[in-house]
C-alpha cells in the first residue's frame, strides 16, 4: 500500500525592517473660557423665573387695600352731598375735580388716613405718620401708575435679587421718603407713597452702573428708567402727592443699591434669546472680586446712614426747610387754574339759616351757599380752603 504523507507546508513569513515607533505630538489648542450670562434686569418671560415674587404682590395688596379703604372712609355721596366726580360709584366716587383732579379723597379724608401735615405732625407731634403716609395714594390716577411702575420694577429686582433685599430697599425707601418729606412740610396734606417705588428705581440704577460692563443696550436701560421717573415726577406736580418724598427715596434706594444688589445669578440663555436687557460677556475672577468689593458697599452704608440720621434728627426737633428756600414749595406743587397749591390757614364765617350753610372767607371774602347744613368739622375745612384759595 503506497499512501503518500501529505508533507506540511511551511508558512512564510514576511520580515520587514523595523520601523521607528510614531513620535507623540501634544498640539495646545487653546479654547476659550466658556461665556457666561447673568440674569439682567429685564428679560424676556421666556427667562423669567416664577417664584420669589410675593413681596411685590403683598405690598401691591397692601396698597389697594389702603386706598379702597380710605375711599370708603371718604364718603363723598353723604359728606359732600352727592357732589361728587363718578356718582354712579356710590359711596367710592371721588370729590369734585377742582379739589383733587386726581380723582381721588378730600383733604380731610387724607388727614384722618395718616397723610403728612404741618399742624399734624410738628404742632400735635403725631410722628406715626412718618409710617402711614407711604402706603396713601392721593386718587386712581396717582394709585394705578404708581402701582402698575412698582409692579413693573419691583417683580424684575424680586426674581433678579430675592425678596428679601428688594423688601428691604422697599421699605426703607420709604422711610427715608417720609423723612425729606417731613422736612418740607406744609399745611397741605401730602402722601409719600411714590418713596418707595423711587427707591427701587435708584437700586435699579445703581445695579445698573455697578454691573456696567455686563450690560448690552444700557443706554436704553437709562432711557426707560429716566421716563419712569419723569412720568411719577410730573404726578408729584398735582396736590397732594409729595415730591420730596420721591427725592428722598431714589436717594435712599441708590445707596442700598450698592449695598445689597451685588453680582446677580449666573443663568445659562441661548445668545439669541436676549431681551433689551440681556448681556452676553465673558466673566472672571477678577472682575468679580472688583464688583463685589466691600469698601464700595462700607461707603455707601456709610452714606446711608449719614442720609437717614441727618433727616431724622432735623424732623423731630421741627426744622422746616421751606422756612429757607421759598422756591422749593415748587418742585412739589405748580399751582393751575383748576387746583390750588397755596400753603394758608382758611378762616371762615358759618351762618346758617333756612336749612342753608353759607361760608365766608374772612381773608378774601368770597363766600358759598351751601343747600344743606348737616356737614361735618373736616368738610367745613375742606369747603373754606377752596374758597380761600
Known amino acids: 500500500m503506497e499512501e503518500a504523507k501529505a508533507t506540511p507546508k511551511l508558512s512564510q513569513f514576511e520580515i520587514k525592517p523595523a520601523q521607528e515607533p510614531p513620535s507623540l505630538s501634544f498640539n495646545l489648542v487653546e479654547f476659550d473660557e466658556p461665556e457666561q450670562e447673568k440674569t439682567p434686569f429685564f428679560k424676556p418671560r421666556a427667562r423669567r423665573r416664577r417664584s420669589d415674587t410675593w413681596i411685590i404682590s403683598v405690598f401691591v395688596i397692601i396698597h389697594i387695600g389702603t386706598f379702597f379703604a380710605t375711599m370708603f372712609v371718604n364718603d363723598c355721596w353723604r359728606t359732600s352731598h352727592r357732589d361728587c366726580s363718578l356718582k354712579t360709584l356710590g359711596r367710592l366716587s371721588f370729590q369734585p375735580l377742582s379739589e383733587n383732579p386726581l380723582l381721588g379723597p378730600s383733604a380731610s379724608t387724607l388727614d384722618e388716613m395718616g397723610a403728612l401735615g404741618q399742624t399734624l405732625l410738628r404742632d400735635n407731634h403725631q410722628i406715626w405718620r412718618l409710617f402711614t403716609c407711604p402706603w396713601l395714594h392721593a386718587g386712581v390716577i396717582h394709585l394705578v401708575i404708581n402701582l402698575g411702575c412698582i409692579i413693573f420694577v419691583g417683580i424684575y429686582l424680586e426674581q433678579e435679587f430675592g425678596p428679601l433685599r428688594t423688601g428691604t430697599i422697599y421699605i426703607l425707601s420709604a422711610f427715608v421718603g417720609s423723612l425729606v418729606a417731613a422736612l418740607f412740610?406744609?399745611?397741605?396734606?401730602?402722601?409719600?407713597?411714590?418713596?418707595?417705588?423711587?427707591?427701587?428705581?435708584?437700586?435699579?440704577?445703581?445695579?445698573?452702573?455697578?454691573?456696567w460692563n455686563l450690560y448690552n443696550d444700557k443706554f436704553a436701560a437709562l432711557a426707560l428708567l429716566f421716563f419712569v421717573s419723569m412720568i411719577n415726577f410730573a404726578i408729584g406736580l398735582l396736590p397732594y402727592v409729595d415730591n420730596f418724598s420721591s427725592i428722598g427715596g431714589?436717594?435712599?434706594?441708590?445707596?442700598?443699591?450698592?449695598?445689597?444688589?451685588?453680582?446677580?445669578?449666573?443663568?445659562?440663555?441661548?445668545?439669541?434669546?436676549?431681551?433689551?436687557?440681556?448681556?452676553?460677556?465673558?466673566?472672571?475672577?477678577?472682575?468679580?472680586?472688583?464688583?463685589?468689593?466691600?469698601?464700595?458697599?462700607?461707603?455707601?452704608?456709610?452714606?446711608?446712614?449719614?442720609?437717614?440720621?441727618?433727616?431724622?434728627?432735623?424732623?423731630?426737633?421741627?426744622?422746616?426747610?421751606?422756612?429757607?428756600?421759598?422756591?422749593?414749595?415748587?418742585?412739589?406743587?405748580?399751582?393751575?387754574?383748576?387746583?390750588?397749591?397755596?400753603?394758608?390757614?382758611?378762616?371762615?364765617?358759618?351762618?346758617?339759616?333756612?336749612?342753608?350753610?353759607?361760608?365766608?372767607?374772612?381773608?378774601?371774602?368770597?363766600?358759598?351757599?351751601?343747600?344743606?347744613?348737616?356737614?361735618?368739622?373736616?368738610?367745613i375745612k375742606d369747603l373754606c380752603t377752596l374758597l380761600c384759595s
Open 185 to 211: 412740610i406744609r399745611n397741605i396734606p401730602a402722601v409719600g407713597s411714590s418713596g418707595a417705588l423711587f427707591g427701587l428705581l435708584g437700586a435699579m440704577l445703581s445695579g445698573l452702573i455697578r454691573n
Open 250 to 379: 431714589f436717594i435712599s434706594g441708590f445707596l442700598l443699591g450698592f449695598i445689597l444688589l451685588f453680582t446677580p445669578q449666573i443663568s445659562q440663555v441661548p445668545h439669541n434669546k436676549a431681551g433689551l436687557y440681556g448681556y452676553k460677556v465673558k466673566t472672571s475672577d477678577k472682575l468679580k472680586q472688583k464688583l463685589d468689593r466691600p469698601i464700595l458697599r462700607s461707603v455707601s452704608l456709610l452714606l446711608f446712614g449719614l442720609v437717614l440720621v441727618g433727616c431724622l434728627v432735623p424732623v423731630l426737633r421741627g426744622i422746616n426747610i421751606n422756612q429757607y428756600c421759598k422756591w422749593c414749595r415748587y418742585a412739589d406743587c405748580v399751582p393751575f387754574e383748576r387746583w390750588s397749591c397755596n400753603d394758608i390757614v382758611a378762616n371762615c364765617e358759618t351762618m346758617v339759616s333756612d336749612s342753608q350753610l353759607t361760608l365766608t372767607c374772612v381773608g378774601n371774602g368770597n363766600f358759598r351757599v351751601f343747600p344743606y347744613t348737616n356737614i361735618s368739622h373736616g368738610r
